[in-house]
């Protein structure tokens, strides 16, 4: 499978609990992006990086939210002590990083806070 | 204000006809790119179409083009002979600036499309 792959699909967590999900782009593109889709909206930007550098960071990226990139590969985003306002989709997607590119999309891991 | 704005929250469409999704955006970029893209229930953001804003025709794309009138800021979707399969929600998004070197987008808050056999 070429495309772009993000696991868990789904996640279920109680609040205040730490949760990580993981995201490996197509493997020749060197940008990696992270969004994040409330229900009944369009995504919105979180980060992205080029290769292992993380160049852009959101507002939405409060303290608690984390990401990285080692050796420019896959990425993690992780969460601490979640809050039910983060239920969400978190998408990622990747891209070669020219100026007019589409990014391709996964699938999204869909996090429930309880 | 919002950046892109897409105002049919809805729409249904009969098999085999044509449709128009709309979608007005506003920035005061001169350099921009405005993209389609398609999500169905599994969650994938699908990518359709684009449209550059220093591009002279608009894009097509197979069965989809855009309707990109750059005076009005709208750049609509038009799918022709719709199929039971383009069921799912439709996202219009923006990359503006020549100085967004990370290419990050902005999205439209979508519309349903639903296509009736």
């Known amino acids: 499978d070429t495309g772009v792959s993000q696991n868990p699909r789904h996640k279920i967590t109680k609040r205040g609990q730490n949760v990580t999900f993981r995201c490996d782009p197509i493997?020749?593109?060197?940008?990696l992006y992270w969004y994040r889709q409330t229900l009944g909206q369009g995504p919105e930007f979180l980060t992205y990086f080029q290769n292992e550098a993380q160049l852009e960071k959101s507002r939405l990226l409060s303290d608690r939210f984390s990401a990285e990139r080692p050796k420019g590969s896959f990425s993690t985003l992780e969460i601490q002590r979640t809050e039910q306002g983060d239920s969400a989709m978190y998408l990622c997607?990747?891209?070669?990083?020219?100026?007019?590119?589409?990014?391709?999309f996964g699938s999204g891991t869909q996090l429930s806070v309880l | 204000a919002q950046k892109i704005t897409q105002t049919q929250p809805g729409m249904f469409v009969q098999e085999k006809e044509a449709v128009t999704l709309d979608c007005t955006y506003d920035t005061s970029d001169p350099s921009y790119g405005l993209f389609w893209y398609k999500q169905p229930s599994s969650g994938e953001m699908i990518f359709l179409i684009y449209q550059g804003s220093y591009d002279q025709q608009n894009a097509t794309e197979g069965r989809y083009s855009l309707n990109f009138q750059k005076a009005r800021k709208s750049a609509n979707l038009v799918i022709s002979a719709s199929q039971l399969g383009d069921s799912a929600m439709y996202f219009c998004a923006m990359r503006e600036g020549i100085n967004n070197a990370g290419n990050m987008l902005t999205f439209g808050g979508g519309t349903r499309l639903m296509v009736k056999p």
């Open positions: 493997s020749e593109h060197n940008r």
């Open positions: 997607a990747s891209s070669f990083g020219q100026s007019n590119e589409k990014l391709f």
